[in-house]
């Protein structure tokens, strides 16, 4: 019995390859017309996906901008961290305290538009010490104005000893 089944299905699988190697013949008509009177239409025009393009990258220039702001607002909060840590805990050791952050010139990409609207992918330095500096130079502004305003007062009471005393002498007299 297995060698009937066995040879049934050679004969079926030799019946089946040989349908294959049958060439399917199809009559083709040679009266169809030659020209074309509908067209795909194009979903978008083309102008619109240069200025969707245009969109996107201009879009991509202010990302990166954004980011850049956002890193450059993490490095300087790195730095007031390591400050405050540094005045907060005066029982760390001092070689350590000194040393718990060193600071080089760091930037961060910068992404600017020339006239001819074309880009420049370019690196802006961040200023670590901008707001010692701004702290240091309203220091000197307050202590300037407070040297002025006292001695705008010392002149003042010395005018106004200077009066009683010449008005004493007078009525002395």
């Known amino acids: 019995m297995p060698y009937k089944l066995g040879s049934l299905a050679r ?9 294959y190697k049958n060439l399917i013949s199809l009559e083709i008509s040679l009266l169809q017309p030659a020209t074309l009177t509908t067209a795909i239409v194009p979903l978008q025009p083309q102008e619109e996906k240069i200025i ?20 450059e607002g993490a490095i300087l909060e790195l730095k007031t ?7 907060q805990h005066p029982s760390m050791k001092e070689q350590l ?21 074309s880009f420049i992918l370019t690196m802006r330095k961040v200023d670590l010490f901008r ?4 702290a240091g130079l309203l220091a000197h502004q307050l202590r300037q104005q407070t040297k002025k305003r006292l001695a ?21 007299r």
């Open 11 to 19: 004969g079926t699988m030799k019946k089946i390859s040989d349908n």
């Open 131 to 134: 707001a010692e500096r701004e």
């Open 81 to 87: 961290m390591a400050s405050t840590l540094k005045t």
């Open 152 to 172: 705008s007062q010392q002149h003042r009471k010395n005018k106004v000893g200077l009066r009683l005393t010449q008005g004493a002498d007078s009525k002395g």
């Open 97 to 117: 305290c000194n040393n718990i952050c060193q600071y080089f010139v760091v930037g961060v990409p910068c992404v600017k538009q020339k006239p001819d609207d």
């Open 52 to 71: 969707s393009g245009w969109e996107r990258l201009v879009a991509q220039t202010e990302r990166i901008n954004q980011m850049a702001k956002e890193l």
